[in-house]
């Protein structure tokens, strides 16, 4: 089973990638894990257009890195409420490659109140997709991972249990 952690922040001292990388080593300590890392930065995505974008070469690699993954988690920023467009964008030019996956969110905000913003884009993938979303997820206020700083041990362990819980459906769903 191949898992995809997709970083959809563009800032470069983002927390949300701080938390997928936070994953990630936890992840990697299983050496038999088939794990795949897509940050946004490094791919030159169009904005989805409804037709044009999806030939785009960049595009091409996002739907493939999802057709390729059995599960994908997207480490978010929260902005005003909800994920951010980088999000938005990778869910308009892909999202129909999370068919019957499985999928998970580790979302970073500012503050403590948005943690529910993530459900309108789950609904989504859920009833437009079937994409089976994993009900545990992390969400990391400002104080949780304080600006220039590292991820905290509590945070850490919030990962590592969302961690274990989605590798546990996933590959039960994966057999089944």
Not at 79 to 100: C, M, P, Q, S
Not at 113 to 123: E, I, Q, T
Not at 130 to 155: C, E, L, S
Request: charged share 25%.
């Amino acid at each position: 089973m191949k898992s995809l952690i997709i970083s959809c922040s563009l800032n470069a001292e983002s927390k949300s990638r701080k938390m997928a990388k936070a994953l990630e080593r936890h992840w990697r300590v299983d050496e038999t894990m088939d794990l795949e890392i897509l940050d946004l930065r490094d791919l030159d995505l169009p904005l989805c257009d409804g037709g044009s974008a999806y030939d785009h070469p960049a595009t091409q690699q996002l739907q493939a890195a999802f057709t390729g993954a059995d599960a994908v988690v997207f480490a978010v920023p929260i902005y005003n409420f909800g994920i951010n467009a980088g999000a938005k964008n990778v869910i308009e030019l892909a999202g129909r490659h999370l068919t019957d996956k499985v999928a998970g969110f580790l979302c970073s905000a500012g503050g403590h109140r948005s943690y529910m913003s993530v459900m309108a884009v789950a609904n989504s993938l859920m009833l437009d997709f079937r994409t089976i979303i994993v009900p545990h997820f992390v969400y990391a206020g400002g104080d949780d991972i304080p600006d220039g700083g590292k991820v905290t041990d509590a945070v850490r362990e919030r990962l590592a249990k969302f961690g274990d819980e989605f590798q546990r459906i996933a590959r039960a769903l994966h057999r089944a």
